[in-house]
């Protein structure tokens, strides 16, 4: 089966830019997330989906950034305007249901540098 | 509150040896417990988990994790290390009441040959 997809894999962009990435799930997975990987630490949720609605965006810095899945498949997160600290790697993840016990799969992620 | 915690930064062996990444994880009930590694400039990449049953879960590439609830611990553990395990590995703990992965800071393993 396809994995998730991630576009586009590196981003170098100017701070006050805006940029979008786009994250197209596991066929049949309901929930999505988005999170934020600085070099060298453990992923941080930005915000998780079931179908279309969102489960937690409380860790979603929502002056800047934003997400929709809006028909429950693919989604894009925007990051407007882009500061220097949002220099990190973007990866979406999706499993097939809220259960705890499922594993997520991984895109290869989106390589945002910002000057 | 849950937390994962991965004591060792880095860990060094040499290739042939048996490797051990140490995880010991917080949460007020059962656990759900998971390792990825993360190559580089790679996605995670899932490598196994324990929900219930046997303490001792097998996952891809010859890694294995043994669960010890008095310790609350989750050690990923493989008997001879290749080079080619050179990577990140993170270990992350959830639960059905809430389904969000808490993600440990990660581990860096290098392999010598």
């Known amino acids: 089966e396809a994995g998730v997809a991630q576009s586009p894999r590196y981003k170098i962009i100017e701070k006050r830019q805006s940029v979008a990435f786009w994250c197209n799930p596991i066929?049949?997975?309901?929930?999505l997330y988005w999170y934020q990987q600085i070099l060298g630490q453990g992923p941080k949720l930005l915000i998780q989906?079931?179908?279309?609605?969102?489960?937690?965006d409380s860790q979603l810095p929502k002056d800047r950034f934003s997400a929709e899945r809006l028909k429950g498949v693919d989604s894009t997160l925007k990051i407007q305007p882009a500061k220097l600290e949002d220099s990190a790697v973007y990866l979406c993840?999706?499993?097939?249901?809220?259960?705890?016990?499922?594993?997520?799969?991984f895109g290869p992620g989106t390589r945002l540098t910002v000057l | 509150a849950q937390s994962v915690a991965q004591p060792e930064d880095q860990v060094n062996v040499a290739e042939g040896n048996p490797l051990t990444v140490k995880c010991t994880y917080s949460?007020?009930?059962?656990?759900?417990l998971f390792w990825y590694v993360q190559y580089p400039n790679r996605g995670l990449q899932f490598l196994l988990k324990?929900?219930?049953?046997d303490n001792l879960v097998k996952g891809s590439y010859g890694f294995e994790a043994e669960f010890n609830k008095s310790q609350t611990s989750f050690h990923l553990k493989k008997p001879s290390a290749l080079v080619s395990d050179s990577a990140l590995y993170f270990c992350?703990?959830?639960?059905?009441?809430?389904?969000?992965?808490?993600w440990g800071a990660g581990t860096k393993l290098i392999i010598k040959p």
């Open positions: 992350a703990v959830s639960q059905d009441s809430n389904y969000q992965l808490i």
């Open positions: 949460v007020s009930g059962n656990p759900y």
């Open positions: 324990y929900i219930t049953g």
């Open positions: 066929s049949g997975h309901a929930t």
């Open positions: 989906f079931q179908n279309n609605g969102v489960v937690d």
């Open positions: 993840a999706s499993t097939f249901d809220l259960a705890g016990y499922n594993e997520q799969f």
